[in-house]
C-alpha cells in the first residue's frame, strides 16, 4: 500500500542524511531444535522524512525488527545501517552511544518517568546525552502543542498526552531515526489519528527516518508505505 511522496523535509538535515538501509538481515532466536527465524533475509530502506508502517500478525517479526533496526540486538546475517554507519558491526559500546545519540525511541505507553514532569523528560535527554545541538524543550514541547502542560507529570495526562510528550522526548537529540512502537495500542479514535498525524508531521519537519510498528489500520492513511511482516519476511 502507497500514499504519496513524502512532504519537503527540512532540506538542511535532508542533505546529510541517508536514513535506515537493513540489507539481507536474518535473526534467528532461541537454541537447539526451538530455534526459530524472526527475520528472514529482510531488506529495508527509508529514507529522510519517510514514515513506514510495519503491519502484521503478532509472531511475524515486528519487535525483531525494531530491535535490529536501533541496534538493541545484532542479527546473525546481513547489515544495518544508519546515515551510513554500519551499525551492526560496531563494538557494544561505540552501538550504545550511537544508539543514545541518533536513534529515537516511541514505546506504547509513552513510557515517561512517574516523578518527571514534560519538560523535564525532555530536559533529561539533554543531561544523559549532552550532544551538541540538541534541540530546546521548551521549543519541542511546543511543536506537539504540550506547551501548556509542561510542568505536569505523568499521572496528570492523558493517554494522547502521554504519547506526544514521549515523541517529543525521543526527537530531543535530533535523532536520524525513530523507532515507534504500536504508539496508538492504549489509545481511542481520535487521539490515535492525532497522535500518528503528528509522527508524520514531526518525521517530515525534522527529516527523520521512521519506522511504525503497528495493529491500527485506522492510521495507515497518515503513512507514506505500509509493508506486511509475516513469519519474519517483509513485503509490500
Do not use: W
Not at 550504545?96 to 541518533?102: K, P
Not at 545541538?133 to 502542560?149: N, S
Amino acid at each position: 500500500m502507497k500514499r504519496t511522496a513524502p512532504a519537503q523535509s527540512n532540506m538542511a538535515e535532508a542533505t546529510t542524511r541517508t536514513g535506515l538501509r537493513l540489507s539481507g538481515v536474518t535473526l534467528r532466536l532461541g537454541d537447539g531444535d526451538s530455534v526459530i527465524t524472526a527475520m528472514d533475509a529482510v531488506d529495508l530502506t527509508v529514507t529522510p522524512g519517510e514514515l513506514v508502517a510495519v503491519v502484521g500478525p503478532s509472531g511475524a517479526g515486528k519487535s525483531s525488527l525494531l530491535a535490529v533496526a536501533g541496534g538493541l540486538t545484532t542479527p546473525d546475517e546481513g547489515s544495518v545501517t544508519v546515515d551510513g554507519h554500519t551499525i551492526s558491526t560496531m563494538k557494544p559500546a561505540a552501538r550504545t552511544a550511537y544508539r543514545r545519540d541518533h536513534i529515537g525511541f516511541v514505546f506504547q505507553s509513552g513510557n515517561l518517568i512517574p516523578a518527571l514532569t514534560a519538560i523535564d523528560q525532555l530536559r533529561l535527554v539533554n543531561h544523559i546525552g549532552r550532544r551538541a545541538g540538541a534541540r530546546d524543550p521548551h521549543e519541542l514541547l511546543a511543536a506537539v502543542d504540550m506547551a501548556d502542560k509542561a510542568h505536569r507529570r505523568p499521572h496528570q495526562l492523558s493517554g494522547g498526552e502521554r504519547q506526544r510528550v514521549g515523541i517529543a522526548r525521543a526527537l530531543m537529540s535530533r535523532p536520524s531515526l525513530l523507532l515507534v512502537d504500536e504508539p496508538t495500542a492504549a489509545l481511542d479514535r481520535t487521539r490515535s489519528h492525532e497522535v500518528v498525524q503528528l509522527l508524520a508531521r514531526e518525521s517530515r519537519r525534522a527529516a527523520v527516518a521512521t519506522v511504525m510498528v503497528t495493529h491500527d489500520t485506522d492510521v495507515l492513511e497518515y503513512c507514506d508505505r505500509v509493508l506486511e511482516m509475516v513469519d519474519g519476511r517483509l513485503s509490500d
